[in-house]
């Protein structure tokens, strides 16, 4: 039988405050094991996690190591890497099969952020990338159907794994109702300017319940500052509590403290905060940007909210009224991520779907 190989292609850093560095890291990590997968790297950055090779180096998939110089299919990552335009030539000139998975870059919201750019990048660049495609993969439905289309290619929905969480011990923070964000400080697709306008709208409510928001993160300088001086100029120190990226054990020991996990994004492909924090049976707080307000709402794992600062302070409201909740919203939690979102189980099915289109098998 052929050997089927999968080279991934995208920038991975190493930044574990990226979602889409996190995504590509847990998808080599997973797949590995049912296939032969690298990836050619855009950063210099070297992994000892899974096969890695950087694009500086070698430039050209046929000058990559065997098996990899002549991959079955070719994994995009992300969208707008003028490396992509160089490495997509030569899928094409070799016959390589190719798919993109746009992490929430094609959805309209996405799209018109920096508009004129894009517009401009689509039409002279990237139109012949994106309608070249073997397929275009979505991370959930929602994210497909909420995004733009370039052409007539096959479209796959694949999730991203998780993994398995592990036994730690719980810390619960008694004294207070502790409501978390961790993930990446970008005011804009994140929601963060209406998340801190509906915490000073319900701060009366907040600090008479003790409710706290503690977020954990990185972003710009610009957007860093936005946070802390807002919460400074509004006098919200005490119910908002800004602190820096935390990882690992840190961040799970996190996870297992908080009585919510909330997260009002503009745009999002499957943001990968969410998931961990349901692994650990934390319900959520979700707005319909963050794609998870369907599974939210039929599975019963949280509140759904709208993308105003009126709704989400009704959502901390509602969130504290229903704490009494909370034990059978973290346990839907925990089985949905155990049905939908292990690691093994998403990459076994993946590597099957990747099968499929190189052998033609799909129309």
């Not at 079955?72 to 390589?96: D, M, P």
């Amino acid at each position: 039988m052929k050997e089927f190989v999968v080279l991934h292609v995208g920038y991975n850093s190493g930044n574990k405050s990226s979602g889409a560095e996190v995504a590509i890291t847990k998808s080599l990590s997973f797949q590995q094991q049912y296939c032969k997968c690298a990836l050619f790297n855009l950063s210099t950055k070297e992994s000892f996690e899974f096969s890695s090779y950087s694009y500086e180096n070698f430039k050209r998939i046929e000058l990559l190591p065997s098996p990899f110089n002549k991959p079955s299919i070719v994994i995009f990552h992300e969208l707008y890497r003028i490396e992509f335009l160089n490495i997509f030539r030569q899928c094409k000139k070799k016959g390589i099969p190719y798919i993109i998975i746009p992490h929430g870059g094609l959805t309209y919201k996405a799209q018109k952020q920096k508009k004129l750019k894009k517009t401009l990048a689509n039409f002279f660049l990237f139109n012949h990338f994106f309608k070249n495609a073997k397929a275009i993969q979505f991370l959930s439905l929602s994210e497909k159907n909420n995004s733009k289309s370039f052409g007539l290619q096959e479209t796959l929905i694949l999730g991203n794994g998780i993994d398995k969480p592990k036994d730690l011990e719980i810390e619960m923070n008694g004294e207070s109702f502790k409501i978390l964000f961790i993930g990446r400080y970008d005011i804009y697709f994140k929601g963060l300017d209406v998340l801190l306008d509906a915490c000073k709208v319900c701060s009366n409510f907040m600090r008479s319940n003790k409710i706290i928001l503690e977020m954990f993160g990185i972003g710009s300088n610009e957007d860093e500052s936005y946070l802390k001086n807002y919460v400074r100029i509004n006098k919200l120190n005490d119910i908002i509590k800004i602190n820096g990226p935390i990882y690992d054990e840190d961040k799970i020991k996190e996870y297992q403290k908080a009585d919510y996990f909330i997260q009002t994004s503009r745009s999002e492909g499957q943001p990968m905060g969410i998931l961990e924090a349901l692994s650990y049976g934390l319900p959520i707080i979700v707005t319909p940007g963050t794609m998870m307000a369907e599974d939210t709402n039929q599975m019963n794992l949280g509140i759904v909210c709208s993308l105003d600062q009126d709704s989400v302070s009704n959502a901390i409201k509602e969130a504290f009224d229903r704490r009494n909740d909370i034990e059978i919203m973290s346990r839907k939690a925990k089985e949905f991520i155990s049905k939908n979102f292990d690691g093994d189980s998403i990459a076994i099915k993946t590597i099957d779907q990747y099968k499929l289109l190189d052998d033609g098998g799909r129309s």
